[in-house]
């Protein structure tokens, strides 16, 4: 069976304004998110200005409050780190200094107790041979999620302390 073809739906601006502010009103949306959305639906270029300022104008859309929810929910629920955070932000369209005032409130140690409890369960998955090993992939692991290297290598060390190892690992070799 062969997949469906989907239908572009346009819009009139009207139909836009009256389905962005349900999408909004059910759940945050950015304004980059809004354009989007607008330039799928086909709605005229010059009108996608004019929705965008009326949804923020009646609150529908506040990329600062956004920002905030986005980066609460990835640093609790997914412990992504500030790089990951910032980059998929800019995706969404947020303002460099919506994103440094909000990412400027986290706190270093509560980043680095989170992915220390986040290498320590993902410690118990990861397969190797020796210390050296281990290390170097929770550190890896520690990069992927989007946090700096002074914080990934804090985090690996906690993890290391409280790992029971039966060889020592050489910490000169590695860090």
């Known amino acids: ?20 502010q349900a999408l ?27 929705i965008l300022q009326k949804l923020l104008r009646d609150k529908f859309i506040d990329d600062e409050r956004y ?31 919506i994103i440094n005032e909000k990412l400027g409130q986290l706190s270093t140690a509560d980043n680095i107790e989170r992915l220390t409890q986040r290498l320590e369960r993902k410690e118990r998955s990861v397969k190797y041979e020796t ?4 290390k170097t992939k929770l550190l890896r692991y520690a990069l992927s999620l989007g946090f700096q290297m002074e914080e990934a290598l804090a ?7 409280t790992i029971n190892t039966e060889k020592e690992c050489d910490e000169d070799i590695f860090f």
Do not use: H, N
């Open 155 to 161: 985090s690996v060390e906690r993890t290391m302390k």
């Open 24 to 50: 909004c009103a059910r759940a945050e949306r950015s304004s980059g998110d809004a354009l989007r959305l607008m330039a799928t639906w086909e709605v005229e270029p010059s009108k996608r200005e004019e």
């Open 67 to 97: 920002a905030e929810a986005f980066i609460r929910e990835k640093t609790s629920l997914s412990a992504w780190g500030e790089y990951k955070i910032r980059t998929a932000l800019r995706r969404k369209g947020i303002a460099d200094s």
């Open 1 to 20: 069976m062969l997949p469906q073809k989907r239908v572009k739906r346009t819009k009139t601006p009207e139909e836009a304004l009256a389905s962005l």
């Open 131 to 134: 210390p050296y090993q281990l």
